[in-house]
């Protein structure tokens, strides 16, 4: 059952948000000195890496990308490591109440940089966006485009970084309102939590609840909930398929629950260079009708 959250973005909560991330940064720290003695991880000598010593290659970890799918990854960047995530181009279309939305995305990136062996730093935001709407009835098509709002995120690993059958992570990220005409104007934020466990030694499952505080375009917030789940298979040493579920729901009564699917593939030309592509159905009236995307992940 979901609870009815809701919360104001005043000066408090903007403290609090800045002190949680604060708080999550002393934990994953606290989480690192201790974690040799305290959980059995592969390679225990990693603790002692960190942004400014960082992780030797022949004991880095497989990559390990947050996209192309919703599910993020509870496996964070090695220490001292970069990894960017970037969609050449994604798509996305809606037909509701006469109108017609689409949506052009160029340029979504992810930059990632390992803070320690276990907490990773992430700067989302998208280069360059275009919405059209096209009112059906006249014709008339609106236009709006520019630069997005910036998001940061705090991965922190709590086990399964360096071996293990599951892994699990929380993240909180803030979405900062720098964004062109296409901003909201607003500080938002949220907090992620992935699951992930190897089924076989070519099937994975993953599972993600996430809670988001979104302005509502008047003059409060409103929580919205999504949760995954993906199954990920691996056709062969380079080629990887995924299917996933994406649900949506939120404590506004305006809003309907949004259910749609993923299916896509990957083609990684290294350890260290994945290539994706994929599509999103809807699975109700309420979801987007269509979308694509395809896009490129690269470490170092």
């Keep these: 059952m979901l609870c009815d959250l809701r ?9 609090s948000t800045l002190c949680f991330l604060l708080m999550a940064t002393s934990l994953a720290t606290l989480h690192a000195e201790t974690a040799p003695t305290s959980m059995p991880v592969l390679n225990s000598d990693k603790w002692q890496y960190n ?34 995530e970037t969609s050449f181009f994604e798509y996305a279309g809606n037909n509701d109440g006469g109108f017609e939305e689409e949506v052009f995305t160029y340029g979504a990136m992810n930059m990632k940089v390992g803070l320690l062996n276990n907490v990773d730093l992430q700067l989302v935001f998208d280069a360059y966006t275009e919405e059209k709407t096209t009112d059906a009835a006249t014709g008339v098509t609106e236009k709006v485009d520019g630069f997005s709002d910036i998001q940061a995120r705090l991965k922190v690993n709590l086990w399964g970084n360096d ?19 296409l901003s909201n104007d607003h500080v938002e934020g949220g907090i992620i939590l ?7 030694d070519t099937v994975g499952l993953g599972l993600m609840a996430e809670a988001d505080f979104v ?41 309907d629950y949004q259910a749609s699917s993923v299916i896509g593939f990957t083609y990684g030309f290294s350890d260290e260079v994945q290539y994706d592509t994929g599509i999103r159905v809807p699975l109700n009236e309420a979801a987007d009708d269509m979308g694509f995307f395809a896009g490129l992940s690269v470490g170092f």
Excluded: C, W
Aim: proline share 7%; charged share 20%.
């Design 194 to 200: 992935p699951f992930s466990i190897e089924l076989t």
């Design 7 to 15: 919360i104001t973005m005043t000066p408090r909560f903007m403290n």
């Design 51 to 84: 942004l400014f010593n960082p992780t030797p290659r022949d004991l880095m970890r497989d990559m390990s990308t947050d996209r192309p799918d919703t599910t993020e990854s509870p496996i964070t960047v090695d220490s001292g490591r970069f990894q960017i």
């Design 215 to 255: 302005h509502d375009g008047a003059d409060g917030y409103d929580t919205e909930f999504v949760h995954t789940a993906v199954l990920g298979f691996g056709l062969t040493e380079t080629i990887g398929m995924f299917t996933e579920y994406v649900g949506v729901a939120a404590t506004d009564s305006a809003f």
């Design 163 to 181: 071996g293990g059958k599951t892994a699990l992570a929380f993240f909180p990220f803030i979405k900062v309102p720098t964004g062109t005409a």
